[in-house]
């Protein structure tokens, strides 16, 4: 008995949801997202609350249940307020810039990466360490975080390169000396 998947999915007046052949369509102020769900699932628009349904107690109806719900929920507030993640670099000499559709970082390599920013992604930089990465689809920018991350992981010792704003690095000791 799925809890998640019972719970209707409000929006706005703003938003514009289109339901067509097992595709949902949300439009709203900030974008316009779709997502193509399992032939089984059902999804229906009452006043302004949408509705999963599921059509048996069946496992993978239980499983899709929650997870189309969460899935259409998401962008919703997508197309509404949007996602957001930020990263902070940390090291002498890390820095960032956006020129047009790219980001250039500079991380401690003898080069400077060029990180090519996919359309519905926008990178703000404050500072030179910051980075705000935002966009309406969550998974996008949880995507790009991850990538831009991995570029140059934080290592335990010092702590230097990318992570999260908020997250926490467990340090080590480094040798010790006799």
């Known amino acids: 008995m799925s809890r998640i998947g019972k719970k209707p999915i409000p929006f706005s007046n703003q938003v514009k949801v289109e339901i067509m052949g097992g595709r949902v369509s949300v439009e709203g102020p900030k974008g316009k997202l779709s997502l193509r769900i399992h032939h089984s699932m059902a999804v229906k628009v009452e006043d302004s609350l949408l509705h999963c349904v599921r059509p048996s107690d069946n496992k993978l ?20 307020k949007g996602f957001e993640k930020k990263l902070e670099m940390i090291g002498v000499g890390y820095r960032a810039s956006v020129q ?24 703000s930089v404050e500072g030179q360490n910051l980075l705000t990465i935002s966009g309406v689809d969550k ?18 010792y010092k702590g230097k390169g990318v992570k999260y704003a908020g997250e926490h690095i467990r340090r080590k000791a480094g040798k010790s000396g006799a």
């Open 61 to 80: 109806h239980r499983s899709l249940h929650g997870l189309t719900r969460t899935l259409i929920a998401n962008m919703v507030e997508g197309v509404t």
């Open 100 to 123: 047009g559709r790219n980001l250039t970082l500079m991380l401690g390599y003898s080069h400077p990466l060029i990180y090519p920013l996919p359309d519905g992604i926008n990178v």
């Open 139 to 156: 998974q996008q920018v949880g995507e790009v975080a991850a990538k831009i991350r991995s570029l140059r992981p934080p290592e335990p």
